[in-house]
């Protein structure tokens, strides 16, 4: 059980400039040293991905477009498949026994399933945050640079430059600098989420997952980490698997709808939202099924 000190909920992110803003003209000089120039729009793409453990069919043929530096939920009842097309998306699928796929996940332009992948260096581009706080049995510091050492990214001096610039972009600074080296164990729920989604980001990622990541949180944690998450975009793609349809509406700017092993409907959240395609997320979203 944490100790008293350490159940303090982090506090509240001031108000977060609102993430669906039309955007404004492009600066030419600006682009003209955009790291991203070049790259193609969407981050991730699907082509004709289906999905299947055994001869059980999960999703079929889910072709789909996630733009780079945009915030998409996945909605839709328990069993539909959302965490597996998740998981899918960085291949922590692989192993799970009867696994299957047919289509193809492009990162970046490029194959997930290229023969000879590094799967290390896939899954830092493509990072991964889970429903429930899975901190390493090592001190908060070696929490946060277990990724930047593995990857060789920092060593020495710099990777107490690296915990604490992380630390501070999720807000535990503060609450940990003077107990670095203490156990992860010893933070509260929302503390060690925290810390987990701090060492998620520390090795530098390209596109985050994101499993449920307040499902375990109190309310003013949770609120604390969806405007982290509106912060983190444009400069990661998020896509983040939620049961809290008012959590899809207020961070995601794109909402897919699974139901049944389909892709039911997708599109921009204000309109999944509030001019649904589909009779069944209508229903849905409206909370008469699910």
């Known amino acids: 059980m944490a100790d008293d000190a350490s159940t303090t909920s982090p506090q509240v992110a001031p108000a977060v400039t609102e993430a669906k803003l039309a955007p404004g003209p492009v600066d030419p000089v600006?682009?003209?040293?955009?790291?991203?120039?070049?790259?193609?729009a969407d981050a991730v793409v699907t082509r004709g991905l289906t999905l299947r453990f055994g001869e059980k069919?999960?999703?079929s043929s889910i072709d789909m477009q996630f733009a780079r530096g945009s915030i998409t939920a996945l909605i839709g009842p328990t069993g539909s498949g959302k965490s597996t097309f998740l998981r899918t998306l960085n291949r922590m699928n692989d192993k799970v026994q009867g696994f299957r796929y047919e289509g193809d996940v492009l990162l970046d332009g490029a194959s997930i399933w290229t023969p000879g992948l590094d799967l290390l260096n896939l899954r830092r581009r493509v990072g991964m945050l889970f429903q429930r706080p899975n901190p390493f049995p090592m001190s908060i510091r070696d929490n946060v640079v277990a990724g930047v050492k593995?990857?060789?990214?920092?060593k020495g001096k710099?990777?107490?430059?690296?915990?604490?610039?992380?630390?501070?972009?999720?807000?535990?600074?503060d609450s940990v600098k003077d107990r670095l080296g203490d156990s992860p164990f010893r933070l509260s729920g929302g503390q060690q989420q925290l810390l987990c989604l701090a060492r998620a980001l520390a090795v530098g990622p390209e596109v985050l997952l994101l499993d449920e990541p307040t499902s375990s949180l109190d309310p003013i944690s949770t609120e604390y980490v969806e405007a982290l998450l509106r912060q983190l975009a444009p400069a990661l793609t998020l896509i983040v698997v939620t049961h809290n349809l008012a959590q899809a509406r207020r961070v995601s700017h794109h909402t897919m709808f699974f139901y049944d092993g389909h892709l039911v409907e997708h599109g921009p959240t204000d309109d999944l939202f509030e001019r649904p395609k589909d009779p069944q997320t209508e229903r849905?979203?409206?909370?008469?099924?699910?």
């Not at 600006?30 to 193609?40: K, Q, T, V």
């Not at 593995?150 to 920092?154: L, Q, T, V």
């Open 57 to 59: 069919t999960i999703l």
């Open 150 to 154: 593995a990857h060789r990214i920092a």
């Open 284 to 290: 849905y979203v409206t909370g008469r099924i699910g």
């Open 30 to 40: 600006l682009a003209a040293i955009d790291p991203d120039r070049g790259r193609p």
């Open 158 to 173: 710099q990777l107490d430059v690296v915990a604490e610039q992380r630390l501070r972009e999720v807000g535990l600074w």
